[in-house]
């Protein structure tokens, strides 16, 4: 070994004090910056003729092709050179040293690569010019002189041949399948360029591994704490079993089925604990794309992590980014909430999925009951209702949870609300929210209606007692209640629909049945499996209007569009059975609607026509409550007009809205001979007698104000 076997000798760098950790890189760093140096020595000689003078400028540019085309002609002349000129047979000597021992060298660096893929020492250099170019930052204008080309400070393969003293051994490298490649450490970038012309290289993140820099994961990927459930599932442990069993030679994508926020890492780090490896996925303020990915994949197969991707990777990360891992020996977990984004990734690199259900009622309460500690007892039986009607995943309800950590006073309703900001009841143009504009008290029933009404209010309250205290979850498939509204239009069903969202705080979507029925076959069906499974993470109240449209009589089968009718509606009444919240439906013919749909509603209401009593308090409730109806004969308006609710609504805001016009805003009043106008033109809009004989005493004013 010469007197400069110290890898870091002077000559030995382009930037002083750099000095990476790994003792085998800043060996390989010195061999590439010392060929840099020798280079640059005959790149004087050769372009001006002369030795360098000692100014401290770079050799002069010249022609790029008469430089190459001379590369034969002055070969035996630059080997002679590299032993007479003084300079250039210093750095020679400085070529001449031993590698380093290895000993503790820092897990995941670029020793540990090299001893594991087996590099020849031709690798090794290129890698460390690559390095070089990411580590150094004085090392560009070098690399550009050399290159005999201003525009391009960066190395490439053309360089790596330029300087090492096989050039043959350096076009390994050029292959995409070479280790170094392929297991993304090493890239050629610019698509626009030759191999031999594409920068080399390596991106920041697994160049700070590689140089030993970086102690423990890099900023972007976090560890993922071991274990998590007290004992582990046989699927978990059979899956463990086959990865311990089949080692990776390529990717492996162990996909975990589950609902969003399901506890995706803890599940995958049962399994890598049991493979006793550890598990890092990437931090959620850092969520990277491109070659970003490439990176961070190869960083943990350098660390020996396991790679846990994150919920929404399929909509982040394109198929070129999947597909370009492919290569890379390393176990990746893949959560989502159904097989779909895993279709284009080849069977060879799926294991069998892991799949996580939707948590039952008593994990849910557990959940609940643990995030809230002390303070769960104080709540009583609201924990448990909770638990019911939201279907949260558990880091949903953590989240929510979390949320409720620095209030001071907690109760049912504050809980029930923080669980249900977690609840994402988004259908889409399928159903529309709706915000309940009546309360219970402004429903106008008969008093065999207004039972069967309240009794719904009560079943819904009982659910989760009769459900999970007395044990018919089971049994009943922990299903909600569903129950139907039939009655002539304007009856009150939509009214009694709200009223009933408003008593049971239940978010009320109403189904749009023209987005739902769909002419193509299958796609109705589609149409209401998306409602459904949109609704299923919270209580809600489902509202089907005029829901004999969808729900009318199966047919017999005669042709093909029959058979499909028919799958359609019984896929319809298989998930009214299962479904978990309040579903209303509203229809003017009852008559027409399937007898096995029927068996399946827990309450029918009839709505009937009001009576002269019901119509009129809907005639006295109906006025805007600020506005002075004195000099109404409410009496005579519900005697002498059997209006349905509806109508009746509707002749009050339309009075109302004329005599604003007539006698001002600030008069606040409506009389009567605008109430007859109105009366008269609904009967007209509905197609019944509308004569001034209808009016009976007050025949004459209604004559006075239509003359």
Known sequence: MSA??????????????????????????????????????????????????????????????????DLVRYDGQKRVFFQQDATARYLTDCLDNDEPDPAGAPRGGFTELVRGLALPEADRFVLALAM??????????????????????????????????????????????????????????????SDWQCPLRVHATVAGVLSGESEGLPAGLVPVPAG????????????????????????????????????????????????????????????????????????????????LLPEGWEQRFDSQTVNGLMALPLRCYAPSEDRKPLANIPSGHLLPALTLATPGYEQRRGLLLDGLGD????????????????????????????????????????????????????????????TPRFAEEELVLPDAQWEQYREIIAAMRALTAVHYQWGAAQAWNDAGLSVMFAGPPGTGKTMAAEALARALDLPMFRVDLSQIVNKY?????????????????????????????????????????????????????????????????????????????MRRLRYIVEFPMPGEAERERIWRQSFPPRVDTSGLD???????????GGHIRSVTLNASLQAAARHGASARRVELPEVLVAVKRELEKLGRAAGTEQFGRYRELLEQEVA
């Open 4 to 69: 400069t076997a110290d890898p870091l000798h002077p000559a030995a760098r382009i930037t002083p004090e750099l000095q990476p950790a790994d003792p085998l890189l800043a060996h390989w760093l010195g061999q590439a910056s010392l060929r840099l140096r020798r280079e640059i020595c005959w790149c004087w000689f050769q372009r001006s003729g002369r030795e360098e003078t000692g100014s401290g400028t770079l050799p002069p540019v010249t022609d790029p092709a008469a430089e190459g085309l």
């Open 132 to 193: 070089l170019g990411r580590l150094d930052a004085a090392v560009g204008p070098v690399i550009s002189a050399c290159m005999n080309d201003l525009s391009r400070p960066w190395p490439t393969l053309a360089l790596a041949q330029r300087l090492w003293e096989e050039p043959l051994a350096v076009t390994a490298v050029a292959d995409p399948m070479h280790p170094l490649r392929r297991h993304g450490v090493l890239r050629l970038a610019g698509d626009d360029l």
């Open 228 to 307: 998590g459930f007290a004992e582990l599932d046989t699927d978990t442990t059979l899956l463990a079993d086959r990865l311990a069993a089949q080692p990776p030679g390529g990717l492996q994508v162990i996909p975990l089925i589950g609902p969003r926020d399901s506890d995706f890492d803890r599940a995958a780090a049962n399994v890598s604990a049991q493979l006793d490896a550890p598990l890092a996925t990437f931090a959620e303020t850092a969520m990277p794309a491109g070659e970003s990915v490439f990176a961070a994949a190869t960083v943990c197969w350098l660390l020996g992590h396991d790679l």
């Open 375 to 434: 303070r769960a007892a104080a709540l009583g039986e609201a924990v448990d209702e909770c638990a019911r009607r939201f279907r949260l995943a558990p880091k949903a309800f953590r989240r929510a949870i979390r949320g409720l950590a620095y209030r001071r006073e907690l109760d049912g309703n504050v809980l029930a609300e923080a669980c249900r900001q977690e609840a994402v009841l988004f259908l889409g143009e399928l159903a529309q929210p709706v």
């Open 521 to 597: 076959v299958g796609e109705t069906e589609k149409n209401l499996k998306r409602v459904f499974d949109a609704a299923e993470s919270s209580d809600c109240l489902m509202f089907f209007d005029e829901c004999d449209a969808l729900f009318g009589k199966r047919t017999d089968v005669r042709d093909a569009h029959d058979r499909f009718a028919n799958i359609e509606i019984s896929y319809l009444l298989e998930r009214m059975e299962r479904f978990k919240g309040l579903a209303v439906l509203a229809t003017n013919r009852r008559r027409d609607l399937d007898e096995a749909f």
């Open 634 to 644: 409410f009496r005579y308006l519900a005697r002498q007009f059997p209006f349905a």
